[in-house]
C-alpha cells in the first residue's frame, strides 16, 4: 500500500463501517456496477463524444490493460493534467481500477508545479492533452521529464509528438489479462492524491481513499437530490474538489445521471450546452456566478431546466445571492467545503434568507466541529474562531509531511482548517476569513510564502510579502509588497520573472509596490496586517 499516508485509526474506521458509512466498494467497482445497471444510458457528454456507461467503463478497463502492459503499476503515482473532455474519465476509472493513484492537476498549472508534484510524488507517468486554450503541454511535459528521474511515460490525448499516444494503449477485451492477473484494489486504499489550497509555500498532497470518498459523494447526492434525471453541467475544471465530488461528477455517475462537460464557464460556452442537453444543476465560483447574472439578460438561451445553481470556492456575497433566483431562475445552493474533507450545503429547502446569508452546515451527522479561539479553547455560540473539524470522510493527515501533519492535526484528528467562521443556534457556519496566510482569488487558492520565496529568488529583490486585497468581483486579489535591493525594478519585469519560472498564471500577483521598509509587529514580524490595512478601497 502507498506509505506516508496518515489514515483513520482502527477504532474509528471500524465504527464507519459498522454504521454503513464505508460500505467496501472501490470507485472503480462503482463504474462497473453503474454500467451494469445503467448501461445505454449516457454517462458523459463531451462536444461530440456521448459515451454511455457501458462504454465509459469498457474503455477504462480497457485503458486499464493497456497500462498494466505498458508497466503502471498498482500504487504508481500518475499525474493527471488534462481538461474537462471525456477522456478524463476513461483515464482517472482505468487508474482506480488498477490501483494506481491519480495525482490531481489543474489546468493552469505550469512547470513550477508539475515539476514539484511529479518529483514530490515520485510519479511514474504524466498524462495530457495535446494542447489546450493556446498552451502546448508537451512542451511542458519535455521539461519536466528531463527533471524528473522517476517520470517514465508521457501519455497523450491528441498528437502526442515524440511521446506516447493514450489511443495507442487501448486494449481490446480478448487482449484484457484475466481477473486473477490484475491488482487487487480495496476500498481502504489511497485512491488518489489532491492539491491542498494551503498557506504554506508547497502545495501539501491529499490522499482520499475509495471509502471516504465514495461517503462523500454518496451523501451529497442525499443533500442535493441527485437522481437518474440530474444532468449536471461541469464547469468548473473537473479536477478541483468542487466539481468532481459535491455531489459534481462522481456523485451525477453514482445517481445514473449524465454529465455535461463544458471546455470553458463562460456563458458563451456554457449556456448553449444548458439549453441543448437541459441541465438540471452546475457549479460556479462567485465571480463565474456573477458574470453568468449579468449574461442572462442579454442572451435568449432557455435556462428553464436548470433547477440549482451550486456557489462555492469562496464566500459569495449576500447581495449577490439575493439575485440568483430572479435573474438565473434557480435556487441557489451555498457549498463550503475542503479537499482536505468536510462539506457544508445549506439545504434546497431552506428559507432564503438562511441559503443567501450562511454557508450551509455539515452535511453528515457524523462530520464534528469545533470553532476554537488563538489558545484552542471552543469559543461561545455566535463568536468567531477557527474552524476544527474531524469525521469519515476528513483526512487524518497529508501525504508525506510529518512535520506539517504535527502543526496542522490535534492528537485526536481534529484538522485545523485556518478558516474563521461563525456557527449561529441552528448549525450553519458564515464564513469570516482566513486565520492562515493564503489568498483566495475567486476560488483559487494561492499560498503567500510560495509567490513569496519566488520573488525573493530574483538577485534585485531583498525582501517581499504577499497580501491580499479586496476585490469587488474575485473577492480577493494578490498584492506583492517589494523591498528592492539596489537599483529600482519595474513592476513589468518582477512579473515577467515570475511567468519565466513557471508560476501558474492566477498566482502573478495582481499588482507590485515597492517600500524601502516592512512595517513590523512588537515582536519584529512583518506585520502583514499593516501591509493589508495600507491598501485602501481607492487604491484597489
Given at each position: 500500500m502507498l506509505t506516508n499516508c496518515p489514515t483513520w485509526p482502527d477504532e474509528w474506521a471500524q465504527l464507519y463501517r459498522e454504521e454503513g458509512l464505508w460500505q467496501g466498494l472501490t470507485l472503480g467497482d462503482m463504474l462497473t456496477e453503474q454500467a451494469r445497471v445503467h448501461s445505454e444510458r449516457i454517462a458523459v457528454v463531451s462536444g461530440e463524444?456521448?459515451?454511455?456507461?457501458?462504454?465509459?467503463?469498457?474503455?477504462?478497463?480497457?485503458?486499464?490493460?493497456?497500462?498494466?502492459?505498458?508497466?503502471?503499476?498498482?500504487?504508481?503515482?500518475?499525474?493527471?493534467?488534462?481538461?474537462?473532455?471525456?477522456?478524463?474519465?476513461?483515464?482517472?476509472?482505468?487508474?482506480?481500477?488498477?490501483?494506481?493513484?491519480?495525482?490531481?492537476?489543474?489546468?493552469?498549472?505550469?512547470?513550477?508545479?508539475?515539476?514539484?508534484?511529479?518529483?514530490?510524488?515520485?510519479?511514474?507517468?504524466?498524462?495530457?492533452?495535446?494542447?489546450?486554450?493556446?498552451?502546448?503541454?508537451?512542451?511542458?511535459?519535455?521539461?519536466?521529464?528531463?527533471q524528473v528521474a522517476t517520470l517514465e511515460h508521457v501519455l497523450v490525448v491528441g498528437d502526442p509528438g515524440h511521446f506516447r499516444s493514450l489511443d495507442s494503449l487501448y486494449q481490446l477485451n480478448s487482449e484484457v489479462p484475466s481477473s486473477s492477473g490484475w491488482p487487487e484494489v480495496k476500498a481502504s486504499d489511497v485512491a488518489f492524491l489532491q492539491l491542498s489550497g494551503g498557506s504554506t509555500g508547497l502545495p501539501k498532497l491529499i490522499p482520499r481513499t475509495h471509502d471516504d470518498y465514495m461517503y462523500s459523494f454518496r451523501r451529497s447526492n442525499e443533500v442535493c437530490g441527485m437522481n437518474e434525471d440530474s444532468v449536471y453541467l461541469a464547469a468548473l475544471p473537473v479536477a478541483h474538489n468542487f466539481p468532481l465530488s459535491s455531489p459534481g461528477v462522481l456523485g451525477t455517475l453514482l445517481a445514473g445521471g449524465r454529465i455535461v462537460m463544458a471546455s470553458r464557464p463562460s456563458p458563451d460556452d456554457a449556456f448553449p450546452l444548458i439549453a441543448k442537453e437541459r441541465v438540471t444543476i452546475t457549479a460556479l465560483v462567485p465571480p463565474l456566478a456573477l458574470i453568468w447574472m449579468e449574461a442572462a439578460a442579454s442572451r435568449s438561451y432557455d435556462l428553464s431546466s436548470l433547477k440549482v445553481l451550486q456557489v462555492g470556492g469562496a464566500k459569495f456575497s449576500e447581495e449577490a445571492a439575493r439575485r440568483v433566483k430572479p435573474e438565473l431562475g434557480c435556487t441557489l445552493q451555498q457549498v463550503f467545503g475542503m479537499a482536505e474533507g468536510l462539506v457544508n450545503y445549506t439545504r434546497l429547502d431552506d428559507s432564503d434568507d438562511v441559503i443567501v446569508s450562511t454557508q450551509g452546515r455539515p452535511m453528515s451527522a457524523w462530520d464534528e466541529v469545533r470553532v476554537v479561539d488563538e489558545d484552542g479553547l471552543v469559543v461561545k455560540a455566535g463568536e468567531v474562531g477557527e474552524l476544527w473539524t474531524r469525521g469519515p470522510y476528513t483526512i487524518r493527515g497529508y501525504y508525506k509531511a510529518e512535520a506539517h501533519n504535527a502543526k496542522s492535526f490535534t492528537e485526536d484528528g481534529f484538522y485545523k482548517t485556518g478558516d474563521l467562521v461563525m456557527v449561529n443556534e441552528a448549525g450553519y457556519l458564515v464564513v469570516e476569513g482566513r486565520a492562515k496566510d493564503q489568498i483566495n482569488r475567486g476560488g483559487d487558492k494561492i499560498a503567500a510564502e510560495e509567490v513569496e520565496n519566488h520573488l525573493l529568488s530574483h538577485p534585485g529583490v531583498y525582501d517581499a510579502a504577499l497580501v491580499s486585497m479586496p476585490d469587488p468581483f474575485l473577492g480577493e486579489r494578490s498584492c506583492a509588497f517589494v523591498i528592492p535591493r539596489g537599483d529600482a525594478l519595474s513592476v513589468a519585469e518582477l512579473k515577467n520573472y515570475l511567468r519565466s519560472r513557471g508560476l501558474a498564471p492566477f498566482k502573478i500577483p495582481d499588482r507590485v509596490l515597492f517600500l524601502t521598509a516592512f512595517p513590523q509587529t512588537t515582536v519584529g514580524k512583518v506585520s502583514k496586517k499593516a501591509l493589508r490595512e495600507s491598501l485602501l478601497p481607492t487604491t484597489v
Open positions: 463524444q456521448r459515451l454511455s456507461y457501458e462504454t465509459l467503463n469498457q474503455r477504462a478497463q480497457e485503458l486499464a490493460a493497456g497500462l498494466l502492459t505498458l508497466g503502471v503499476k498498482q500504487y504508481d503515482r500518475v499525474i493527471v493534467q488534462l481538461p474537462n473532455i471525456g477522456e478524463f474519465f476513461i483515464v482517472v476509472f482505468a487508474l482506480f481500477k488498477i490501483g494506481a493513484i491519480p495525482v490531481f492537476a489543474l489546468p493552469a498549472h505550469r512547470h513550477s508545479e508539475i515539476s514539484y508534484l511529479s518529483e514530490f510524488s515520485e510519479a511514474a507517468a504524466y498524462v495530457i492533452q495535446d494542447q489546450d486554450n493556446g498552451f502546448d503541454y508537451r512542451e511542458l511535459a519535455n521539461a519536466v521529464k528531463d
